[in-house]
């Protein structure tokens, strides 16, 4: 049975910086990309970031890219979102996901943990 759990989200003033984390187990498919993605309330989920898991190539949103820095530990099946500088528009539930290709579009991801929330006080 495969599980994603993510951890690490929390409430944070603008400015600061928090670490999300998400460990997989009971992938019995080849993994080929892990991402991050965001649901604020009321819109719709977009993209944050993606990391292919092979050689750690990553894409970012526009609205992230130098902020948020996607990582993984290969050894441990975890991946990280390091996000610095947060803003009140980066609150949301952030959920990681599992694909078998590399990409920055939901519909190719194909296991979803049950997320976490990242609330940015102004």
């Known amino acids: 049975q495969v599980q994603l759990v993510e951890s690490g989200g929390g409430l944070v003033q603008a400015g600061g910086s928090l670490t999300l984390a998400c460990t997989s187990s009971g992938l019995t498919f080849t993994r080929n990309a892990m991402g991050w993605f965001r649901q604020a309330p009321g819109k719709k989920r977009e993209f944050v970031a993606t990391?292919?898991?092979?050689?750690?190539?990553?894409s970012y949103s526009e609205s992230v890219k130098g902020r948020f820095t996607i990582s993984r530990d290969g050894a441990k099946n975890t991946v990280y979102l390091q996000m610095n500088s947060l803003k009140p528009e980066d609150t949301a539930v952030y959920y990681c996901?599992?694909?078998?290709?590399?990409?920055?579009?939901?519909?190719?991801?194909?296991?979803w943990g049950q997320g976490t929330q990242v609330t940015v006080s102004s």
């Open positions: 996901a599992t694909a078998s290709r590399y990409s920055v579009y939901d519909w190719d991801y194909n296991f």
């Open positions: 990391i292919k898991w092979n050689d750690g190539s990553t």
